[in-house]
């Protein structure tokens, strides 16, 4: 990224959603949802896949309420959520139950 920015390339929403998504699959969660605010404030609009990214990295980090808290700011950004966002979410809670009951 840094070396595109020396380049003078400006980059797009393929280039932030690339590393939201890298961020996020990584665990790093937090530096994925950095990003995407870097991304806005950069006046580039997140896509389903930006957003995706970051709602499954924390439900994968086992996260479900700050994933869900990402469902809705995609609405609020009227960006629709899509099937990928909400069975993440579902999956988290599942597993969450399940380590409830162990």
Known sequence: ??????????????????VVEALARAGRTEDASLWLSKM???QIKPNVMTY???VNGYAQV???DLAAQWISRMK???????????NSVINSCAQAAKGLEA
Not at 1 to 18: G, K, L
């Open 52 to 54: 995706s990214s970051v």
């Open 76 to 86: 609020s950004a009227q960006v629709a959520p899509n099937a990928y966002c909400y």
């Open 1 to 18: 990224f840094s070396e595109m920015q020396a380049a003078r390339v400006d980059p797009d929403v393929v280039t932030y959603t690339s």
């Open 40 to 42: 806005e404030a950069s």
């Open 62 to 64: 086992g996260r479900h």
